[in-house]
């Protein structure tokens, strides 16, 4: 019918916040992302520590755009990347990839704070405004002339609510070039086993329509078998993490992770990939809630496609891209 009701519903949100109508369980997060700039309430020098594991220094420089260093493409990591232990590992992923594509990009590490997509969605217009000045100001000032992120939501969030900022890509979107260029060379799924089905994340595709691209970087991935579930497209099914729903458990006869996962069961598939942080984290709980461990696993797009690059192929390339973009 046309009727766009997610903006009446942050509408009434609002009034709600306003009128000090919080659920206790979401006043501490917010209260986080007030002082600290993120709802787990870590400390702003600790947001760039994913960088400091050993091994991935070994393999990936990143540069922190503090002054000190600059770069052409800006990697927004925003705040469940930052400090999420499991989800780390998206950030590691996505670096690897830029690099190997020749990418000279940096991240702002302590002077970014949450894209505060979360917080406009529950209704804090005020705290939201905040976090967005901070990060406009930040952004300006690395220099960098285009943004890339792997999580929809800040992605939503740097493209429809910033103003005054670089051009802003998803890393589906990135790869798919990169592959389609001949940057990126995946090699090809050993187990045949594997069977592969995409989760569209609410705010990569209804919201913003990129349904090809994580797409066409699957099919680029020899050998790789991929099923598409009942609901998909513009018709998927949202895993149910949205908003602060991480923080938040509602009252729910079934939860919509663990119902999304038995479409991808009953679309014949035993991997899950999607492109999203916050699906990541809930479509994992949503296996282990419905039991399927060890029959379903779940992957995001840039760490498949990050274990299927072709090292011997990248190292021989990146070398005249560095600065590429």
């Known amino acids: 019918m046309l009727v766009e009701y ?26 986080a992302l007030e002082s600290r700039g993120n709802p787990y309430g870590k400390l702003d020098k600790k947001r760039a520590d994913w960088v400091k594991n050993k091994e991935f220094q070994q393999s990936c420089e990143v540069k922190i755009l503090n002054g000190n260093h600059t770069a052409d493409t800006l990697y927004f990591v925003d705040s ?11 950030g590691r992923a996505t670096s690897r990839i830029l690099r190997r594509a020749g990418t000279n990009f940096g991240i702002l590490g302590a002077a970014e704070k949450d894209s505060g997509h979360e917080v406009r969605r529950f209704g804090e217009e005020l705290l939201f405004m905040a976090l967005r000045d901070h990060n406009v100001e930040a952004i300006q000032a690395s220099g960098a002339w285009r943004i890339v992120t792997a999580d929809p939501h800040a992605y939503n969030a740097l493209k429809h609510d910033y103003r005054n ?16 260029a001949g940057t990126l060379r995946l090699t090809p799924v050993e187990d045949h086993s594997k069977v592969f089905t995409y989760h569209d994340p609410c705010y990569l595709g209804r919201h913003n329509q990129i349904y090809d691209a994580p797409r066409e970087v699957l099919d680029a991935i020899p050998g790789l078998k991929r099923v598409e579930m009942s609901r998909c497209r513009d018709r998927s099914f949202c895993c149910g993490g949205g908003g602060l729903a991480l923080f938040y458990e509602p009252k729910e006869d079934q939860r919509m992770g663990v119902k999304r996962v038995q479409m991808a069961a009953e679309a014949g598939a035993n991997v899950i990939v999607t492109a999203c942080p916050f699906c990541m984290v809930n479509i994992e709980d949503a296996i282990k809630v419905a039991g399927m461990e060890g029959k379903m696993t779940a992957i995001d797009l840039a760490e498949l496609v990050e274990s299927r690059t072709d ?10 891209l560095v600065g590429h973009a």
């Open 165 to 180: 900022v670089p051009p802003v890509e998803h890393i589906s979107q990135f790869i798919a070039r990169e592959v389609k």
């Open 80 to 90: 469940i990347t930052s400090y999420d232990d499991r989800i780390q590992s998206i």
């Open 311 to 320: 090292d011997r192929f990248v190292s021989s390339v990146t070398a005249g």
């Open 6 to 31: 997610i903006d009446k519903i942050v509408d009434l949100r609002r009034g709600m916040v306003d009128e000090g109508k919080v659920p206790q369980s979401l006043q501490k997060p917010l209260k």
